[in-house]
């Protein structure tokens, strides 16, 4: 599904990952553990394409695979498609693709979302407008044909469901006058709607009181733990790993991955703390 | 105003303006005169979207009688030289409203001159533009407020904001207050700025693609400005006119 070779990344030229590389198969949902400042975020930011995040050396090849509702002859890559860099590059041969080549908005119709730890606010777009633009978007680069606003309402309905979420906080503004909670459960209800094949989720925690945890752990359970999918979770702290279970757990620290597991390796930083585990040095 | 002699950019009034374009149609004709009658309630709606290389320019004079209100919605969006000017004189209690909508693009050079002047106590006005400026178009506004030294307990509001697309684009902010009363409140906020980059990363994240970004942050810039409209028809045609320019722009 990934699979992140050396990337080394920089920010306003102080370099953040350092050779970092990991790999992600369908049907796994992988742990990102690390103190404050090791790359976690930038991380996340780099493979979702974020401008100002600049990678420096390395790769990052994505197979999201065979989408649902695609058509099979359109996944034979043409040579027209793969030099126009239009996202029917990423259904060419083997179903690989260089990731770092594709504007972010390609990275989404290619499969990948990106869970914000810190949701951003857009007044005056609605969400539900924000998400069906969104959808419809990935939809059309795919070569499927737009929702209607019928269809959308009905899929948006049942997803915000699954989260507990009014249907009336999707009428608002983007994330504006969100609780820190609802904007989390809102980025898993974009994430319903969207249907990723890859999400990447940038401390989906971070805000939330314990029911509020489990709603969102069991949103990414429902959502995301398919044979066909994949998740990687990055967060700082080992609460959300109760809800969500991982089956890799790997320690990100200065700028590459120090130590990878099985769950059990999220318990022992949980208690004796990342300086113990990976070594102060490492930690710092 | 000297009807005959072609203004320079030295006079304040014109400081941004396109004299050259100015030139093509000079001497202007004579400002639309309307009287808001006392405890009249007018609504007024401008669309300037003159076509190509057109100059346009709608001067008004505007009397707002007592206890009289006036709300003007305007979309300025057409020609090589748009210019809209309100010089308004506010009677005791009287309102006046002003909604715009400033759109340019290649080499426009667009305009709202006002001057309301609070002759009487108790007048109120309030003024909300919205200027979104592209390629290497000049958006301007030019807006006085005079309060007669007897005009207490005016209130006059200006909130003016720009938007530019491009590093080539210009906006002129220029409130300027005459104020002789000295119980008025008078409040002004003008602001320059770009698209939020935030937003756009996270719509991109998403899968919309970046034009499409683009024009409903834009859209959402401007909604509201034509709210106002009662008329649900001549709302529409403000909106759908004002939408047309911005995909034109984004």
């Given amino acids: ?284 | 105003m000297n009807a005959l002699a072609l203004p320079t950019r030295k006079a304040e009034a014109w400081r941004y303006s396109d004299i050259d374009a100015l030139a093509s149609v000079w001497p202007l004709p004579e400002p639309r005169r309307i009287l808001v009658a006392a405890g009249e309630v007018r609504a007024l709606t401008l669309l300037q979207d003159a076509e190509g290389d057109a100059v346009a320019i709608h001067d008004h004079v505007i009397e707002v009688a007592d206890g009289a209100s006036c709300t003007v919605h305007l979309l300025n969006i057409g020609g090589r030289l748009g210019r809209v000017t309100f010089d308004v004189r506010l009677g005791r209690g009287a309102h006046f409203d002003l909604h715009a909508a400033i759109i340019g693009g290649g080499d426009q050079t667009l305009e709202l001159v006002t001057t309301v002047t609070h002759a009487q106590p108790e007048a109120t006005s309030h003024q909300t533009v919205r200027s979104i400026l592209a390629g290497r178009a000049t958006g301007s506004y030019l807006g006085k407020i005079a309060v007669a030294r007897h005009a207490q307990k005016t209130d006059a509001e200006q909130s003016v904001k720009a938007m530019l697309l491009t590093r080539t684009a210009t906006a002129n902010a220029k409130p300027e207050l005459e104020i002789f009363a000295d119980d008025v409140k008078c409040a002004h906020g003008a602001t320059v700025g770009e698209l939020d980059k935030a937003a756009l990363f996270y719509m991109a994240s998403r899968g919309m693609d970046p034009a499409t970004a683009r024009t409903l942050l834009l859209r959402a810039f401007v909604a509201g400005v034509f709210d106002g409209i009662a008329d649900e028809a001549e709302r529409e045609r403000f909106e759908t006119a004002a939408l047309a320019k911005l995909e034109g722009l984004a």
């Fill in chain 1, 1 to 284: 599904m990934l699979q992140i070779t050396n990337l080394s990344t920089a920010v306003a030229d102080k370099p953040i990952l350092k050779g970092l590389s990991l790999s992600l198969n369908a049907g796994e949902v992988h742990a990102i553990m690390g103190p404050n400042g090791a790359g976690k975020s930038t991380l996340a930011y780099t493979l979702g394409g974020r401008p100002g995040y600049e990678v420096t050396g390395g790769s990052v090849m994505f197979s999201p695979l065979r989408h649902a509702g695609l058509d099979p002859a359109s996944r034979s890559s043409s040579s027209s498609a793969q030099a126009s860099g239009t996202p029917d590059q990423v259904r060419g041969d083997e179903d690989w693709v260089d990731l770092l080549s594709l504007e972010p908005h390609e990275r989404a119709a290619a499969g990948l979302f990106l869970g914000f730890q810190y949701p951003v606010e857009i007044p005056g777009v609605s969400n539900l407008q924000f998400l069906r633009e969104s959808l419809n978007s990935q939809r059309r680069a795919r070569g499927q044909e737009p929702l209607s606003g019928g269809e959308f309402i009905k899929l948006a309905k049942e997803k915000a469901g699954l989260l507990g979420l009014d249907m009336e906080m999707l009428k608002r503004s983007v994330n504006v006058g969100f609780s820190g909670g609802e904007k989390k459960r809102a980025e898993m209800v974009q994430m319903g709607i969207l249907d990723p094949k890859l999400a990447i989720l940038d401390e989906a925690d971070s805000g939330l009181d314990i029911d509020a945890l489990k709603i969102v752990g069991a949103g990414i359970n429902a959502i995301m733990r398919k044979p066909d999918k994949a998740v990687l979770l990055i967060t700082h702290y080992q609460r959300l790993l109760d809800y969500v279970k991982p089956d890799f757990v790997h320690v990100l620290a200065g700028g590459r991955i120090v130590k990878s597991g099985g769950p059990e390796l999220a318990l022992e930083l949980e208690r004796e703390g990342y300086s113990e585990v990976v070594g102060a040095e490492v930690a710092a």
